[in-house]
């Protein structure tokens, strides 16, 4: 039977005597909830520190509504302490804090393969912290994308991240083939928002035969849905195609069994639901299947051989086994130690608490804004009040923490309001915001605060304006 979060909320506001719409359901919640000492971990932006915030509409000490984890999340409190022990470090030993004293930086990626691996589902030997995403999508294509006379083709979804239909793009006009034709890609059936997995399997079997390279998003950055990734992987490696996928909104968010489902490679930002900071290192991840495979072509740099080799500075290339050996320079140290005081608190918990809490938290916002907010509601059909749809799927398991939604009104004006009441969220034109209040820090009194904030916001809006 279908898990529905929902239900379990309207449970537990049975069971506790309280109204489900009330802020004292809410703080209700956040003292049940075992990953409320979470938030202690990260430093929280308070009101008065953001720009726009008008503070004749909204107390400046109060702590704001950041809703925006999926795209840069907080920051862990345990960071200025690693880097500063680096940084005291290089003062006092210069270049021999590569070997000596704390955290010696030459084998640095250690610290942050384990925990790593633990969140993605994989072995240590899969996984890897290098370069940035889509640096990394083009170091995977170059041994998973190999296209020939008779298979070229890249399926990937519709209104894929810019960046990744940048990157499949340039590499299918650098192999010789056109990517207005050789570039498949699936759109949602007309009147829906989201693809139906059923309509990505199509599309595998009619041109599985032609295509070299599936390419998704595990979570899609615009919509929230959540690809059912063990699936279309078994059936794209069923037509003989290799499966990538781009991790970004995944990682941190939903649970994820990389080396379970078979995935031949993987590639994910650490900036948004792994906390490390604008512009942190990325994580890579090859099948265990593909490690011992040194004839699949690669862009090799020095990182990439044999540690016991390495320094003796050798003409030939002896590759790391695994992930590792795709590695072509040593990684920031400073920017592991930013994504390591993350994985600390990571370790606190699992992605299996995270995303139970998640399902919740995202299922309380959805209900919140249904009962003020929807099309159909009696306060909304009167037509003074601005409504709002949902355009991520409803159910739960197709879906991370992210909520996308459309308003009746211009999505500028209404974020203009709620970042004037210190709202912290994003919108992607051209008629959508993202709202992702996060597991790890955010509450159910956030998500009350912000439903207050959203209607106060309305009031300003006439539906005409």
């Not at 030997?125 to 640096?135: D, Y």
């Not at 709202?423 to 009194?445: E, K, T, W």
Request: hydrophobic share 40%; aromatic share 10%; proline share 6%.
């Amino acid at each position: 039977m279908a898990y529905k979060p929902t239900q379990t909320l309207r449970k537990l506001a049975e069971k506790s005597s309280l109204d489900i719409v009330s802020r004292e359901f809410a703080d209700y919640m956040d003292s049940k909830d075992p990953l409320r000492k979470m938030r202690d971990e990260f430093f929280y932006p308070r009101v008065k520190d953001l720009p726009g915030v008008d503070l004749s509409l909204v107390d400046g000490d109060q702590d704001s509504i950041y809703f925006c984890g999926n795209s840069l999340g907080l920051q862990p409190r345990g960071c200025r302490e690693l880097i500063d022990r680096s940084l005291t470090k290089w003062e006092q030993m210069g270049v021999l804090g590569h070997t000596s004293g704390w955290c010696p930086w030459k084998p640095i990626e250690d610290i942050l393969i384990k925990p790593m691996a633990e969140i993605i589902g994989a072995k240590d030997i899969e996984v890897v912290a290098m370069n940035t995403l889509t640096v990394n999508l083009h170091m995977m294509m170059v041994p998973f994308y190999r296209p020939t006379p008779q298979r070229y083709k890249i399926l990937m979804e519709g209104k894929a991240f810019p960046s990744d239909q940048y990157a499949a793009q340039s590499q299918v006009h650098f192999h010789g083939f056109d990517p207005d034709k050789d570039i498949i890609e699936v759109f949602p059936r007309e009147g829906e928002q989201s693809l139906r997995t059923e309509d990505i399997l199509s599309a595998i079997e009619e041109h599985g035969n032609s295509i070299t390279l599936v390419l998704f998003s595990g979570v899609q950055y615009y919509t929230g849905q959540f690809f059912d990734m063990k699936t279309i992987t078994a059936a794209a490696q069923k037509k003989g195609c290799v499966v990538g996928w781009d991790l970004a909104h995944a990682v941190g968010n939903v649970e994820l069994h990389l080396h379970d489902w078979n995935v031949d490679f993987a590639c994910w930002c650490t900036y948004k639901y792994l906390n490390s900071g604008p512009g942190g290192i990325a994580g890579a991840f090859v099948h265990e299947k593909h490690a011992y495979n040194f004839e699949l072509p690669k862009f090799a740099g020095w990182w990439g051989t044999d540690r016991n080799s390495r320094f003796q500075m050798r003409k030939e290339f002896e590759q790391i086994p695994g992930a590792h050996g795709y590695q072509c320079s040593n990684p920031p140290v400073f920017q592991c130690l930013l994504l390591r005081a993350s994985l600390d608190v990571f370790e606190k918990t699992s992605v299996k608490e995270i995303r139970a809490k998640g399902d919740l938290l995202t299922a309380y916002l959805e209900l919140l804004l249904l009962h003020y907010f929807s099309p159909s509601n009696d306060i909304t059909k009167n037509g003074n009040t601005p409504h709002v749809s949902i355009i991520t799927p409803a159910d739960p398991k197709d879906r991370g923490c992210q909520l996308s939604v459309k308003f009746s009104v211009p999505v500028d004006k209404v974020f203009e309001e709620l970042c004037k009441r210190g709202f912290v969220g994003d919108i992607r034109h051209p008629d959508v915001m993202r709202i992702a209040p996060a597991p790890l820090y955010n509450s159910f009194a956030d998500v009350h605060r912000f439903i207050s904030m959203l209607n106060a916001a309305f009031k300003t809006i006439t539906p005409n304006s």
